[in-house]
């Protein structure tokens, strides 16, 4: 069976006239009474009995009939859907985040598409810029967040903003007063690197910055993630360099100091996805990322 094979159906049921039913469905009487003789023949039982005053149902008739708008509104429902999922407006997103981008600019980037697509289901997923990489390739996430994103023939990467680079110090350390640091304030200071993975980050920037000024580095540690690095600075390990968005990590005894250095000021957050990926709910998210973008690029400072 077909829809149509159902609206005709229910037409006839509901007038019990083959006539009725024909002017409600906008065609002549032949047509119709083909069309449900055919019904009939595909599934092997008549639907009505034809007596003088019209069209009764049979007991399977009646079986239909319970059970024929529940399927046209499934259909109907399955048609919106449908429209809604080619539209953006429902469906899932996999999003991959890593550490430091999940505290300030990309749950405010998230928050902002959920408000305005509230039917789509947001899946994250903490990986680093190799996994983030893999699993595009795979399909399991739609788009990633990160910084320092190789160029790749079939990803495609868009800069969501550049931020500024801080450095995290225990509170009671002499240069916590001073209003901001330069890399030579930190000669012979212990250093946390992070992150610690496979492909070119912050750890690789903040080295060749010290070198390029040429200022010894002493490396105290090398940790994956900007938690660990910030809770090593607060245990009295050594210092370390961050995003500006790190300095929402309060923790005991830690404070922040702007970055003043020509080779290492700031460093970007991208947003990275399968070139050819059509998703419409991806199109939809990708223009929040780009008004987002668009706004952090006017604003001063």
Known sequence: MDLRDLRHFLAVAEEGHIGRAAAR????????????????????????????????????GHTLL????????????????????????????DVGLFGSGVLDVIPRILARFHEERPEVKIVLHNLTK??????????????????????EADISIETVLHEPLVVALAASHPL?????????????????LYPNVPL??????????????GVPLRVEQEVQDVVTAVALVAGGFGCCITTR???????????YRPLRSRHLSDIELSCLYRSDDPSPVLGAFLDVVRAFAQVRAAAPG
């Open 200 to 213: 070119r980050g912050l750890a690789q920037e903040v080295t060749d910055a010290f070198r390029a000024e």
């Open 66 to 93: 319970q059970e024929t708008p529940n399927l046209l509104a499934l259909a109907q429902q399955a048609l919106e859907r449908t429209r809604l999922a080619g539209q953006g407006l429902i469906g899932q997103l």
């Open 130 to 151: 190799d996994a983030q990489l893999q699993a595009l390739r795979e399909r399991r996430i739609s788009v990633g967040f990160n910084r320092l994103v190789p160029q």
């Open 25 to 60: 469905l906008h065609l002549s009487q032949p047509p119709l009474t083909r069309h449900i003789q055919a019904l009939e023949e595909k599934i092997g039982v008549p639907l009505f009995v034809r007596t003088p005053k019209g069209m009764q149902l049979t007991d399977a």
């Open 176 to 192: 916590a007063v001073r209003p901001s640091l330069r890399l030579s304030d930190l000669e012979g200071m212990p250093l946390i």
């Open 245 to 255: 968005s790190a300095t929402s990590l309060r923790l005991p005894g830690v404070t």
